[in-house]
């Protein structure tokens, strides 16, 4: 049940957490599949709700649950003239790092009065599935690690900045976890041949590295761990257009 702005209000609070109550208990016939629902600023306390950020992101790793919401149109929530759509990079960037902080990315499209998909939007969301088809395993079912990412972009960190394109360098990368993998997305392609992951210097006491594999891609990745990093020797070729994903396996427990 997703709830847009002013539900905060005094006049409505009472209706609000009545409502809330009824919600809950009657989702409970369904099971483990309890019902959701979404507030923004301070409308509902932490724990009651999920916490929804209109057409922008969190600048670090949120403990609990959460949800960007924008829409695939830079302008609008449904369909418009002259309308102007983000870039299927622009919308991996974001998920990649709306994922590495625990949250989830719920992105709109504005059919047009026919009920079709605009052609522009399309080619969006299928690259989008494209790129996920090759590096869903490290979106789908993980969770975040002990740092969300590294690099020295900024991220711009609350509601309404979600036309704020940052321009994402090989430098920057953002992480995720599942069972004993970690998985680093890389946000650009070096053009050296090698790239470093500081946060997995053996200076921070990382456990051993085991195997390293780059998503969509044959090459043997070569790695070393050195005190600035873990150095990765890259493929002549990257294994795809917008995000690179790099699959670590550790000797002992999960990370």
Excluded: C
């Amino acid at each position: 049940m997703y709830f847009d702005w002013w539900i905060g209000q005094p006049s409505i609070r009472p209706n609000l957490t009545r409502f809330a109550a009824f919600y809950y208990n009657a989702s409970l016939k369904y099971g483990d599949h309890v019902g959701v629902i979404n507030y923004k600023d301070w409308a509902l306390e932490e724990h009651s709700a999920v916490l929804d950020l209109e057409r922008g992101q969190l600048g670090d790793i949120r403990p609990l649950s959460w949800q960007t919401d924008t829409s695939v149109s830079n302008q609008s929530w449904g369909n418009i003239e002259n309308d102007t759509f983000k870039s299927p990079q622009f919308v991996i960037h974001q998920l990649v790092d709306i994922v590495s902080k625990n949250g989830n990315l719920l992105l709109n499209i504005g059919p047009k009065s026919d009920g079709t998909i605009p052609d522009d939007v399309q080619r969006v969301l299928r690259d989008v599935g494209s790129w996920l088809s090759v590096n869903g395993d490290a979106i789908y079912g993980t969770r975040p690690w002990k740092i969300y990412g590294e690099g020295p972009t900024p991220v711009a960190a609350g509601s309404f900045h979600d036309t704020d394109t940052a321009t994402y360098t090989a430098e920057d990368f953002r992480f995720t976890t599942k069972g004993n993998s970690l998985y680093a997305i890389e946000l650009g392609w070096p053009s050296g041949g090698e790239t470093v992951i500081h946060s997995l210097g053996t200076v921070v006491g990382t456990q051993k590295i085991e195997s390293v594999v780059l998503l969509g891609s044959d090459a043997k990745i070569q790695s070393r761990q050195e005190a600035d990093g873990l150095h990765l020797q890259l493929p002549a070729q990257a294994p795809g257009k917008y995000a690179y994903t790099f699959r670590i396996l550790f000797g002992g427990a999960a990370q």
